[in-house]
Nanobody
Framework: QVQLVESGGGLVQAGGSLRLSCAVSGNIFSVTGMGWYRQAPGKQRELVATIFSSGTTNYADSVRDRFFVSRDNAANTIYLQMNNLKPEDTAIYYC???????????????WGQGIQVTVSS
């Protein structure tokens, strides 16, 4: 059974930093795209950052040059370094991964349970 477990969230003052981690475990043949999404109160879920196994990254305009996504392919773990945090970054952050169970399977989308990030002003 595939699981995605996020960690590293919490409360931080504006201008501070946090680092989120998401570890993927279970019956995994391969992991292609991985990413972070967030949902703030009263808002739609939005893409924060994605990273593919090749290392290619993509960022939302609102976090570009402040947030940095990386991954450890051997450990099937994705990270999100969040710097110069702003109150508008407050949200529940969700880890996402596209996972293939075998050579013959299609890629399947999995989500973590979400982790709270709160930035005070």
């Amino acid at each position: 059974q595939v699981q995605l477990v996020e960690s590293g969230g919490g409360l931080v003052q504006a201008g501070g930093s946090l680092r989120l981690s998401c570890a993927v475990s279970g019956n995994i043949f391969s992991v292609t795209g991985m990413g972070w999404y967030r949902q703030a109160p009263g808002k739609q879920r939005e893409l924060v950052a994605t990273i593919f196994s090749s290392g290619t990254t993509n960022y939302a305009d609102s976090v570009r040059d402040r947030f940095f996504v990386s991954r450890d392919n051997a450990a099937n773990t994705i990270y999100l370094q969040m710097n110069n945090l702003k109150p508008e970054d407050t949200a529940i952050y969700y880890c996402n991964a596209d996972i293939k169970y075998s050579w013959y399977s299609t890629f399947n989308e999995h989500w973590g349970q979400g982790i709270q990030v709160t930035v005070s002003s």
